[in-house]
């Protein structure tokens, strides 16, 4: 089988990694596998996309190959999935549906919305800006009124090429912090509790264990019966409104860090993987 990876990161990331003595202890061997190298030969295989971490660079190729995989082998997760996720467009089909998630205005590719007077109409003291398809803290800013004529110049940057969103900053992530839960296989394995990346605070991978609450977990839920696809994996992040209200930051069904050294996760992640595999058929490689 074969996990893709990125150019950036041919041996997967330090996170990634930790599934493969799982895997091999299962008798599966595992490659990571570079989702641009044309010499990769996926068909016939079991693809588990993983540090693709790239593709907010090259987002229709990255779509375009997983279309081209899931004609010759088994793409996890689903490549109509990966198209919908991978742009967080999908925010606002998700709030439409009852999904609470965190307010989001947004601005289309090719327009312009003056920064100061959104600040002023939404009566948001600081907002974060950023691309609607990107990854980790890429292109993503504080803006306030002091500082809107300057941002100002990055978000109409960004709009000549991809839409842009625009959504309070949850003071509620400083104190409480942001929690990401873990679904393996369709069931909740573990739960991390994030402090913000915008401050400095933490790198990815900088996350402590987390119990979730139950409206945490009804929520996470009600997120994923959403998507209403069979998942191998999803990471569910979410934080709350000034008002204690949790809400859906991200749905993470693409190439989510996993955070495998808790609870067993590298272990469990395997047999999910394993489990796949021998519903599709597919041999290891």
Request: proline share 6%; aromatic share 6%.
């Amino acid at each position: 089988m074969l996990l893709a990876t990125s150019a950036d990161y041919p041996r997967l990331g330090d996170d990634e990694r930790l599934v493969l003595p799982a895997l091999a202890a299962r008798g599966i061997e595992a490659e990571p596998a570079i989702w641009t190298d044309p010499d990769v030969d996926w068909s016939g295989a079991l693809v588990v996309v993983r540090s693709t971490w790239d593709y907010t660079r090259r987002h229709a190729e990255f779509i375009a190959w997983t279309e081209r995989v899931t004609s010759v082998a088994t793409l996890c997760n689903p490549a109509a999935v990966i198209r919908t996720n991978t742009d967080k467009r999908y925010l606002a089909v998700l709030e439409s549906a009852g999904v609470p998630v965190v307010p989001t205005a947004w601005i289309d590719r090719g327009t312009t919305r003056i920064l100061d007077d959104l600040l002023r109409e939404r009566q948001w003291p600081v907002a974060v800006v950023k691309p609607s398809i990107s990854a980790g803290a890429q292109d993503t800013v504080l803006v306030t009124a002091d500082s809107a004529a300057e941002v100002q110049v990055l978000a109409d940057a960004i709009a000549a090429e991809r839409d842009v969103m625009v959504q309070p900053y949850l003071r509620s992530v400083e104190g409480y912090g942001e929690r990401s839960l873990i679904y393996l296989g369709g069931e909740h394995t573990h739960t991390v509790r994030k402090s913000p990346m915008l401050a400095g605070a933490r790198s990815p991978d900088e996350v402590e264990p987390a119990t979730p609450s139950d409206d945490e977990i009804a929520l996470a839920e009600l997120a994923l019966e959403w998507v209403g696809t069979e998942l191998l994996y999803a990471r569910i992040d979410l934080a709350r409104l000034d008002d204690g209200t949790p809400v859906i930051m991200e749905l993470e069904l693409t190439e989510p860090r996993l955070f495998l050294r808790y609870a067993d996760a590298a272990d469990r992640f395997a047999a999910v993987i394993a489990a796949a595999a021998d519903s599709a058929d597919a041999l290891p490689r």
